[in-house]
Nanobody, 123 residues
Framework: QGQLVESGGGLVQAGGSLRLSCAAS????????MGWFRQAAGKEREFVAA????????YYADSVKGRFTISRDNAKNTVYLQMNSLKPEDTAVYYC????????????????WGQGTQVTVSS
């Protein structure tokens, strides 16, 4: 059984930054692709970013490209999402996910999910 736990969410002013962490336990996810998704209230979960198991390839949603950076430290079994220049529309619950396959932005193709961490960006 794999377990993912997000942390680092909170309240921040527009233009500010937050760094989310996703700590894995129960097994190593070093060979898994990892992704970040978010879900705003009343909206469908959407793709944010993904990273290959090696860390060499990344993909981003157009809405966050140039502002967010996904990274991973396989030795620590942890994935990060650095969020800069935050906007009110970034407000959502952010989830990390893992899949035993190639990176993808399709949420249903991920096998493991964390419980989410709330990010709120005020104007």
């Amino acid at each position: 059984q794999g377990q993912l736990v997000e942390s680092g969410g909170g309240l921040v002013q527009a233009g500010g930054s937050l760094r989310l962490s996703c700590a894995a336990s129960g097994r190593t996810f070093s060979s898994y692709a990892m992704g970040w998704f978010r879900q705003a209230a009343g909206k469908e979960r959407e793709f944010v970013a993904a990273i290959r198991w090696s860390g060499g390839s990344t993909y981003y949603a157009d809405s966050v490209k140039g502002r967010f950076t996904i990274s991973r430290d396989n030795a620590k079994n942890t994935v990060y999402l650095q969020m800069n220049s935050l906007k009110p529309e970034d407000t959502a619950v952010y989830y990390c996910a893992a899949r035993n396959g190639v990176i993808t932005g399709i949420s249903k193709e991920y096998d493991y999910w964390g419980q989410g961490t709330q990010v709120t960006v005020s104007s």
